[in-house]
């Protein structure tokens, strides 16, 4: 079976990060409360699993407890809840373990979110084709047949006509022997006997007076075997070339049933997210897997169209921890992909994770790795508050029947399978993007250590934005006017100053002016020359000491700031 | 074909997985229908998600061609030889230990609407 997966990911942002927000008190119901109830923690995030067991199996489990009704649309709490695996061998020594495992999580959420908008609706197309190929091999084979046939006649015409030659010619020495020539039918023994009754004959002519006529005779009869012999070799080699035409024509495909099915389905998503995440690692056999329980509701809809739109700011919400501390009580380095949070002040955050490797010995890299793991994680963040999901998936099976050597006919089958899940985004002003933790830690399956970084779409920030950026611009206004301002002064200085630029007359009163001064003052110093130059050499002394005692020339380790005190009240 | 419905509203997937789960693990599979659906459930005990859905894909296949041969004969009229569907349908993907669980509802009326392409008269 050839199976052909691709899972393609398109993201095109125009991530415009400010801030924003608006009134929006919810009542916790469906897939909200699924969602609040787990991130309040009176669901616990699996940790230090059992290596018997996978990251599927334990992501069921939980959600069992919990009485999470898994699989499709649940009318009565009117949400959707997914549950996906993927997984696959990887070596914790391997150097892109963390790029794998951030793939799997992606492809998790996508077969999740496809799930999500199957169970909405689906279109099927299918089709069955049974076809019965022409031109079967015996008309393929018709021409040589005909020339096969005709060869043998006349092969056969030209050994009858030898044998009764050559009988006529031998029954004038050996009648008996011609009458035994005369008796035998076509075939084998006529060839062997006709070869050794013109030897016979050949050896009496030479010893005997023949006429030339008789002569002639045995030469055509001679010519009549020859032919008949060069016919039967060129039949021979005809047949081979018709065995080698039959072999190649077997294997040919005598009947084909064909049948296809492909299922597509396409719908926007808005603000679809991870509930609960599992990863499981067996280091014996290095097989990874992660699980991820996908959430959907419309009331989650809802709380990304209020981001979107600039309305999504609710009233603060006493019972909940703020983001902050609801991000210090999550195991981040075992998160990956999308998370929504309803925080103590109100806002709604739909955040996205990632995390990356990296080399506490290589600090060149770390800025670098760092900014990569914050765009990753700003796409998940993006792509749970709004994405455009589409899932084709075709499957195709064929049975051929196959004329085999032996003459009988088999059945092979052949399928194929591809799949081309995607969601995207595309030019999309998203406000209140903002990033919102870098937190290093170690990953615990593999040991190594990674950058985890948290982006958070808020929807008090993106409220907000509005009003900074119309601050924001104001400013910009004033400072663009002052700027023009200062320009056309600077310009009005220059000109004015360029009147008097290059004046001749100026020029000759200042070069008479300054002749006059200089000699007036060289004259009054005449009487304090020799007291000059006192006290310099013991100045150029001083000014070495101090250079000397500036450089340690040894480094050391540790952290230095160097901005230590800043005003904060911006 | 035991269920039944007098709603243009398909039966709850949980519903249908609850009552055909013996067909499910006996047979892996199960067809069944009321007066506006025709409900079609598939086990695959295939650990690969992508994989499962291949199976599915084949699986339903052969069950909505089955179908629609019942839905020809009805007609009186044959499946022809060769010939294209297309329509819509609701599926729901149920992870469960033992393996993945797929329950689809198809519209009487769409697959009625098909008989006239899918059927040679």
């Known amino acids: 079976m050839k199976k052909f997966v691709q899972i393609s990911f398109t993201l095109a942002l125009a991530l415009a990060m400010s801030i924003f927000t608006a009134s929006n008190a919810f009542s916790q119901d469906g897939g909200n409360a699924a969602v609040a109830e787990f991130q309040d923690g009176k669901v616990e995030a699996p940790r230090g699993?059992?290596?018997?067991?996978?990251?599927?199996?334990?992501?069921?489990?939980?959600?069992?407890?919990?009485?999470?009704?898994?699989?499709?649309?649940?009318?009565?709490?009117?949400?959707?809840?997914?549950?996906?695996?993927?997984?696959?061998?990887?070596?914790?020594?391997?150097?892109?373990?963390?790029?794998?495992?951030?793939?799997?999580?992606i492809e998790a959420s996508l077969l999740a979110k496809?799930?999500?908008?199957?169970?909405?609706?689906?279109?099927?197309?299918?089709?069955?084709?049974?076809?019965?190929?022409?031109?079967?091999?015996?008309?393929?084979?018709?021409?040589?047949?005909?020339?096969?046939?005709?060869?043998?006649?006349?092969?056969?015409?030209?050994?009858?006509?030898?044998?009764r030659e050559t009988s006529v010619l031998l029954s004038a020495y050996d009648q008996a022997q011609a009458d035994e020539l005369r008796g035998v039918t076509y075939?084998?023994?006529?060839?062997?006997?006709?070869?050794?009754?013109i030897k016979k004959l050949d050896e009496t002519f030479d010893s005997q007076q023949i006429s030339d006529d008789k002569k002639q005779r045995l030469s055509d009869v001679k010519m009549r075997l020859d032919r008949a012999k060069k016919i039967q070799e060129d039949k021979k080699k005809l047949l081979e070339e018709v065995q080698i035409k039959i072999a190649e024509l077997q294997g040919q495909v005598k009947k084909e049933t064909k049948s296809t099915m492909e299922t597509t389905s396409s719908m926007p998503l808005f603000g679809a997210t991870t509930l609960m995440q599992v990863e499981s690692y067996d280091d014996l056999r290095g097989q990874y897997n992660i699980a991820s329980l996908v959430v959907w509701s419309p009331k989650?809809?809802?709380?990304?169209?209020?981001?979107?739109?600039?309305?999504?700011?609710?009233?603060?919400?006493?019972?909940?921890?703020?983001?902050?501390?609801?991000?210090?009580?999550q195991?981040?380095?075992?998160?990956?992909?999308?998370?929504?949070?309803?925080?103590?002040?109100?806002?709604?955050?739909?955040?996205?994770?990632?995390?990356?490797?990296?080399?506490?010995?290589?600090s060149g890299s770390y800025s670098m790795l760092e900014e990569e793991a914050i765009l990753w994680a700003k796409q998940a963040a993006v792509l749970s508050l709004k994405s455009s999901v589409e899932s084709v998936k075709s499957a195709e099976r064929l049975k051929r029947d196959i004329l085999g050597a032996d003459g009988k006919v088999e059945s092979k089958i052949l399928k194929d399978f591809s799949a081309n899940i995607q969601e995207s985004v595309k030019n999309l002003t998203i406000r209140g993007l903002e990033t919102l933790r870098i937190e290093e830690t170690v990953h615990e399956p593999t040991g190594k250590n990674i950058i985890v970084a948290v982006a958070n779409v808020n929807s008090a920030l993106a409220v907000k934005a509005s009003d900074i950026m119309k601050d924001i611009y104001a400013t910009l206004k004033e400072v663009n006017a002052d700027q023009s301002f200062i320009q056309g002064e600077e310009a009005g200085m220059k000109a004015e100053a360029n009147k008097t630029l290059n004046n001749k007359a100026i020029f000759d009163a200042g070069v008479a002016s300054g002749a006059n001064q200089v000699a007036s003052e060289y004259d009054n110093r005449a009487a304090d020359r020799a007291s000059m130059n006192r006290g310099q050499s013991q100045q150029d002394e001083e000014t070495v000491k101090e250079d000397i005692s500036d450089t340690s020339g040894e480094s050391q380790s540790g952290s230095w700031a160097s901005d230590i005190e800043v005003d904060d009240d911006f | 074909m035991s269920t039944s419905s007098y709603s243009s509203v398909p039966i709850p997937w949980d519903d249908l997985l609850l009552e055909n789960q013996s067909s499910l693990n006996s047979v892996g599979y199960f067809v069944n229908a009321d007066d506006h659906f025709h409900y079609l459930?598939?086990?695959?005990?295939?650990?690969?998600?992508?994989?499962?859905?291949?199976?599915?894909?084949?699986?339903?296949?052969?069950?909505?061609?089955?179908?629609?041969?019942?839905?020809?004969?009805?007609?009186?009229?044959?499946l022809m030889p060769s010939y294209q569907f297309n329509f819509s349908f609701i599926k729901n993907v149920v992870e469960q230990d033992q393996g993945t669980i797929f329950i689809t509802s198809v519209s009487r009326q769409v697959l009625v609407q098909e008989v006239k392409y899918a059927c040679a008269r």
Not at chain 1, 117 to 122: K, N, P, R
């Open chain 1, 114 to 163: 496809a799930r999500i908008i199957e169970s909405f609706t689906t279109t099927a197309s299918a089709e069955n084709i049974l076809s019965v190929p022409g031109n079967p091999i015996a008309k393929q084979l018709e021409a040589e047949q005909k020339q096969i046939k005709a060869m043998e006649a006349q092969s056969q015409k030209f050994y009858l006509e030898a044998q």
């Open chain 2, 41 to 78: 459930g598939f086990k695959v005990v295939q650990e690969d998600p992508l994989g499962a859905e291949f199976q599915f894909l084949l699986a339903f296949q052969d069950r909505i061609s089955e179908l629609l041969v019942e839905l020809c004969v009805g007609a009186r009229s044959s």
């Open chain 1, 187 to 197: 075939g084998d023994r006529l060839n062997s006997l006709l070869e050794a009754t």
């Open chain 1, 331 to 362: 195991n981040l380095s075992s998160m990956v992909g999308a998370r929504r949070y309803l925080s103590s002040d109100g806002s709604t955050n739909f955040m996205g994770i990632s995390a990356v490797e990296y080399d506490p010995d290589d």
């Open chain 1, 49 to 105: 699993l059992s290596s018997s067991q996978k990251a599927g199996n334990v992501l069921r489990q939980l959600a069992r407890k919990k009485g999470f009704k898994v699989g499709g649309w649940d009318d009565k709490k009117n949400r959707i809840m997914v549950t996906t695996q993927t997984g696959e061998a990887i070596d914790a020594y391997d150097p892109d373990f963390l790029q794998k495992r951030e793939a799997l999580a």
């Open chain 1, 300 to 329: 989650l809809e809802q709380e990304a169209r209020d981001i979107l739109l600039g309305s999504g700011k609710g009233k603060p919400r006493k019972n909940k921890l703020s983001i902050d501390g609801w991000l210090d009580k």
